[in-house]
């Protein structure tokens, strides 16, 4: 078999093409325009270059963007006012603090001190409560991608094995709460494996679909896929450089052996990536139209 690939390009056009008309209706109707603001501290070129791509995104869509810079020296005192400023902003509907904070900055305490209701990337424990409890108001933008492009792509997972590589707070542990809850595009058997786990071969091997988000280039390899899975690498390993001088993204996943056995497979780059944006362009959205109500 040679797997369909899952072009995440394609269908997250497709996603903010309709983000777009739900935008210019909110805009229409009810004169709110969705707005977002991105802090970055320091100047981790990873995170620069993630701050500045959701930071189009949002002007693109017409949203409201601002960007934040500040130094990677800032005092924990200033960022968490910088914060405060923006929870006070009626014009911001969703607070994005890049990860990760340097050093001497208390992570918890920041992520703490964003306003759930503007928490756009969810990582706030209210919002974290919320999914467990199978009742969210924003769903965190990586494991809701992946979902979608679960979805999407015809995967069924109503009672599927569903084997997850990695146990983080930003995609691991989130995508395995998502997809084991009640309802459409879900309802799966979730497994998490990690880096304490005896045997992960053994559990990616029985996955119908198999999630890696490892951190680790080729933490899977093709002979632990199934025939007929479906395989989605959240990987991003910057790996040397093109012949442009560019820095080389691979995954976690080994593309040429898992591709020959799989039913579908995401790319690296172009699978998950644009996703998570379009998801956190979607959250905004959401936080706006969530102050039509209150
Ligand atoms: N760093 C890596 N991924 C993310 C993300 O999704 N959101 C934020 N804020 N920081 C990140």
């Given amino acids: 078999m040679t797997a369909k690939i899952i072009d995440g390009k394609e269908i997250a056009a497709r996603i903010r093409t309709e983000i777009a008309a739900d935008t210019a209706a909110l805009v229409k109707q009810h ?6 603001v991105t802090i970055l501290v320091g100047e981790n070129p990873a995170s620069q270059s993630y701050v500045s791509a959701k930071g189009k995104a949002a002007k693109e869509l017409g949203f409201h963007s601002v960007q934040e810079t500040v130094p990677a020296a800032i005092a924990e005192g200033d960022l968490l006012a910088l914060v405060d400023r923006y929870n006070r902003d009626d014009s911001i509907h969703g607070i994005l603090v890049q990860l990760p904070l340097p050093k001497h900055v208390n992570e918890e305490k920041v ?7 503007k928490d756009v990337d969810a990582f706030h424990p209210v ?10 108001d924003f769903l965190p933008c990586t494991p809701a991608g992946i979902q979608e492009l679960l979805v999407r ?3 069924k997972l109503e009672g599927a094995e569903v084997v997850v590589v990695g146990r983080s707070n930003i995609v691991g542990k ?12 879900a309802n799966a058997t979730v497994t998490i494996c990690h880096t304490r786990t005896r045997d992960t071969a053994f559990h990616a091997r029985r996955a119908d679909v198999l999630i890696v988000a490892a951190g680790v280039p080729n ?15 959240v990987g991003v390993n910057r790996v040397g450089t093109t012949a442009s001088g560019k ?14 056995r799989a039913a579908a497979i995401t790319p690296v780059p172009g699978g998950v990536g644009p996703m998570t944006i379009t998801m956190l362009m979607r959250n905004t959205l959401r936080a706006a139209q969530l102050r039509i109500r209150s």
């Fill in 247 to 260: 820095a080389k993204l691979v995954g976690d996943v080994d593309f040429e052996g898992a591709s020959k």
């Fill in 31 to 36: 004169g709110i325009v969705p707005g977002l």
């Fill in 111 to 117: 992520l703490l001190a964003i306003r759930p209701d």
């Fill in 219 to 233: 933490a899977v390899t093709g002979d632990m896929v199934k025939e007929g899975a479906f395989v989605i690498d």
């Fill in 174 to 185: 989130p995508i395995a709460n998502m997809l084991l809850q009640k309802g459409k595009g």
């Fill in 127 to 136: 919002n974290v409560g919320k999914l467990v409890i199978g009742n969210p």
């Fill in 153 to 155: 792509s015809g995967a």
